[in-house]
């Protein structure tokens, strides 16, 4: 009986440890930040700069922080807006945090989503990284199927018909006069000149278009850009750029609109879907670097610049090139 009282005692001992063991894994497997549940809304029939919506659901321990890790976006995506955080208690020291990314591609076609990752911070300062599973989105191109742009021909010229035979005599007999007050004014011009020298008028150089100064001004954020590398500096001047271009060509305060409200009104003074669509993509990326510290890789920078251009020249008027065609050709 006696000997039967130690390898009892051993043995609770041991259910004890065991006890304790189970207890401490799982309080330790419950603080680790798990992913619940995650989902891409709003990319059925995506084009090239739409916005959708990537929602990451992940469970933690109460004061458990969730963010999007320092470069932790897909390539092939950009941000257009800050990500967004919801927390709901779910009872027992355990929350639930849902992270919104919106998003948009401006790459055609398949594309095959790499893992987001997510860094999270714990109450108790526990650091650590979370990787979303692989996804799949398909982006349309608005492009033609040849993926070439077939210029649009000029109008043609209007026809005069011909005029009557008085008016012809009418027009003949002022042609004749002004071609005598012409000539003596040529004469009275030669005289006046050999009388004294005349002064020779520096040219005039023609006033640059909104076109043409916003292109100046981008050429100095790119080459600032290649010289510091500084993103803020550069997509700040980027943005500046396009609200003021759009607000001298269409007329609109277009530095006091949200993006929305920029791409609607664009779209409100008829401006092309595709142009107001691009704006509101480059100015969003734009504000995500500025705002919410996303670096692009310098590919994207570059690219970026590239759509900043674009948006400037879709917009130059076509009419300055078929006027100087009909001042050539001595139509009015």
Same mark, same amino acid.
């Given at each position: ?46 084009? =090239? ?128 006069? =002004? ?109 995500? =670097? ?43």
């Amino acid at each position: 009986m006696m000997e039967g009282k130690p390898l009892l005692k051993f043995g609770v001992a041991l259910l004890l440890a065991l006890a304790a063991f189970a207890i401490i894994r799982g309080v330790a497997s419950a603080a680790e930040p798990v992913l619940t549940d995650q989902r891409i809304e709003g990319a059925d029939g995506l084009t =090239v700069g739409d916005r959708f919506r990537y929602v990451i659901k992940v469970e933690a321990d109460s004061g458990t922080t969730v963010t999007l890790a320092p470069g932790g976006l897909p390539p092939e995506l950009s941000l257009s807006e800050a990500p967004a955080a919801r927390t709901l208690a779910k009872g027992q020291g355990r929350i639930e945090v849902t992270l919104t990314l919106e998003v948009a591609a401006f790459f055609p076609g398949p594309i095959n989503l790499e893992p987001l990752r997510l860094s999270y911070r714990g109450s108790d300062g526990a650091t650590g990284v979370i990787e979303t599973r692989p996804g799949v989105i398909v982006v349309e191109s608005v492009l033609p199927s040849s993926g070439e742009l077939t210029p649009r021909d000029l109008k043609p010229q209007a026809e005069i018909g011909a005029p009557p035979p008085m008016a012809l005599y009418a027009a003949a007999a002022v042609l004749v006069v =002004v071609l005598i007050l012409v000539l003596g004014l040529l004469v009275w011009r030669q005289r006046a000149l050999r009388r004294r020298l005349v002064a020779v008028p520096e040219p005039v150089v023609e006033a640059l278009g909104p076109e043409d100064r916003a292109r100046a001004i981008l050429d100095k954020a790119g080459d600032a850009f290649e010289a510091t590398g500084d993103y803020v500096a550069y997509y700040s001047d980027i943005a500046v750029t396009v609200r003021n271009y759009l607000t001298e060509r269409f007329g609109f305060p277009a530095f006091a609109l949200t993006t929305r409200e920029l791409q609607e009104e664009m779209v409100r003074r008829g401006v092309d879907r595709w142009q107001a669509r691009l704006a509101s993509g480059l100015l969003s990326q734009c504000d995500a =670097v500025v705002y919410a510290h996303y670096r692009p890789a310098h590919e994207r920078a570059d690219a970026d610049l590239t759509a900043a251009y674009e948006i400037v020249e879709m917009s130059r008027p076509e009419e300055t090139h078929v006027e100087g065609l009909r001042q050539e050709a001595g139509v009015s």
